[in-house]
């Protein structure tokens, strides 16, 4: 490890991270959606769909546009992936089932799961029916919930959700958008399941892969990437291969705490255009609001779905416009028949929006209506109206 910290420019540290997250140079086709995922470490996921659910925008976002059906196989076709709790709810590569053992004897330590109670009883015959029939969804195990609201879960939902964060179940396959609960013994490789690496090889794993993932990171970063606390990060960072850096610009809270890049992303010097598209509001790149502002030049990013509508400020699912290696607008999509609908669109920069700007912004709308089906593009409010003939003449063009 370097005894000097390394010094880079915003400008080259927002190029690492760019690389790191497979938006420059010509992608990895051959390796498709599980080489994205492999690269990324983590793909989240969420129950809200627009233009499509955030796992299927992600490789997307990457790759263009790949087929929907190639998505949902690689992320559940039973060998390649497994969902866990990591950044939140997301599905993670196969190989990384043994890092996670920490937090695996983390949840059993505590005893329960957010609060829920259920009794030994209860997960016991939840094992038990998974032993007997092979896998089931928590509907054929009895129930996912109760007659409440949508958090109100059975007894079973909370049992099979509890031996899910043990360990003593996994999932490796979806129907529809329901989870299939397996024993692991049954669909983890096992090499992997019978590796069980002590909570201090399992951190020191996850944040050299969290350096790697993001390129360039501050301290802050590689606690969110994987939610680790400050103190598991601070044990492990200076013997996880990650070089200390020090990033211009990037303000004073991140020399203080620290800055980290991955050597390997200093040796690479990626080619090839940068990608244009829209991005998922849980997009690995922008899911951490303060980084986003500080890798992009002050960028806000904010998922408003959960915000009451009288109080969004830029829309319900809004989708960040990354083009040129940076965020210059934001959409708030929707899908009326076979019309993508730009619900509410804007401009970072003033009133005066760039020719360039405007082209990547019809570029990228009229590829995610293809994507999606759609064979027409509708733009509602426009925050930047004196835009609206230039950006309309490209969108029929």
């Not at 400008?11 to 991270?17: D, F, L, S």
């Amino acid at each position: 490890m370097a005894s000097v910290s390394t010094r880079l420019s915003a400008e080259q540290a927002r190029r690492i991270v760019l690389v790191a997250q497979g938006f420059v140079g010509t992608p990895d086709r051959g390796a498709g959606v599980a080489g994205v995922l492999r690269s990324l470490g983590a793909v989240q996921l969420d129950t809200i769909s627009t233009l499509a659910r955030s796992h299927e925008l992600v490789p997307y976002a990457r790759l263009g546009a790949v087929g929907r059906a190639k998505v949902e196989a690689a992320y559940w076709a039973g060998d390649t992936a497994f969902e866990y709790w990591s950044h939140a709810a997301c599905v993670l590569p196969m190989s990384t089932w043994p890092d996670f053992a920490f937090r695996r004897r983390q949840y059993r330590a505590r005893g329960h799961l957010w609060g829920h109670q259920v009794s030994d009883d209860a997960y016991k015959a939840v094992l038990e029916r998974l032993r007997a029939e092979g896998p089931l969804t928590a509907t054929r195990l009895g129930g996912a919930k109760n007659k409440g609201e949508w958090w109100d879960w059975s007894d079973t939902k909370i049992a099979v959700e509890r031996a899910l964060a043990f360990g003593d179940v996994v999932c490796v396959r979806r129907e529809g958008w329901k989870r299939v609960y397996d024993l692991p013994e049954r669909v983890i490789p096992a090499d992997l399941l019978a590796e069980e690496p002590d909570d201090a090889e399992c951190l020191r794993r996850l944040v050299r892969l969290s350096g790697r993932q993001l390129g360039v990171a501050t301290r802050s970063d590689l606690m969110d990437q994987y939610r680790l606390t400050g103190a598991q990060v601070d044990a492990v960072v200076h013997d996880s291969g990650l070089v200390p850096v020090t990033v211009e610009g990037w303000g004073d809270k991140a020399a203080k705490d620290g800055t980290w890049v991955d050597p390997y992303a200093l040796s690479i010097h990626a080619r090839g255009r940068h990608r244009t598209t829209l991005l998922s509001p849980f997009d690995s790149l922008v899911w951490d609001r303060p980084r986003t502002a500080r890798v992009f030049g002050g960028f806000e990013h904010r998922l408003e779905a959960y915000v009451p509508a009288a109080k969004r400020v830029h829309g319900y699912f809004v989708m960040p416009l990354l083009t040129g290696g940076r965020l210059v607008g934001r959409v708030d999509p929707a899908r009326e028949g076979r019309t993508l609908v730009a619900r509410r669109m804007s401009f970072e920069g003033g009133a005066k929006v760039s020719e360039r700007t405007l082209a990547a912004a019809a570029g990228a709308l009229r590829e995610a209506a293809t994507w999606v089906g759609c064979d027409a593009v509708r733009v509602e409010q426009l925050d930047h109206e004196s835009s609206r003939a230039p950006l309309e003449r490209l969108l029929a063009g």
